[in-house]
């Protein structure tokens, strides 16, 4: 089975930036997507890549995030800009589907890596 593990999470300013990588522990033609998961709160959808490069982005970050992949080293990444206090979650990697141009999540998921922006 696929493995993923998450880097690059950490603490970041106000209108800040930072990049979060994924790494696949093997080849993976899935489509993949990054989740994140605020204290007290539910898991979300952030955005998806398809292996083709199709994204798909929540309405909350998009214009202010970007998902981008390197097939050749199985690794998607999530470039983050603008950052808010509201972007503060714990962010998981995950492989998944696009159906209906909709990101369906599968049960294989990363750690995890923690993004702070303090308020």
């Known amino acids: 089975q696929v493995q993923l593990v998450e880097s690059g999470g950490g603490l970041v300013q106000t209108g800040g930036s930072l990049s979060v990588a994924c790494a696949a522990s093997?080849?993976?033609?899935?489509?993949m997507g990054w989740y994140r998961q605020a204290p007290g709160k539910e898991r979300e959808f952030v955005a998806g890549?398809?292996?083709?490069?199709?994204?798909s982005y929540a309405t909350s970050v998009k214009g202010r995030f970007t998902i981008s992949r390197d097939n050749a080293k199985n690794t998607v990444y999530l470039q983050m800009t603008s950052l808010k206090p509201a972007d503060t979650a714990v962010y998981y990697c995950?492989?998944?589907?696009?159906?209906?141009?909709?990101?369906?999540?599968?049960?294989?998921w990363g750690q995890g890596t923690q993004v702070t922006v303090p308020s």
């Open positions: 995950n492989l998944g589907i696009f159906s209906n141009e909709r990101y369906i999540p599968t049960s294989i």
């Open positions: 093997k080849s993976t033609f899935n489509v």
């Open positions: 890549i398809s292996e083709s490069g199709k994204t």
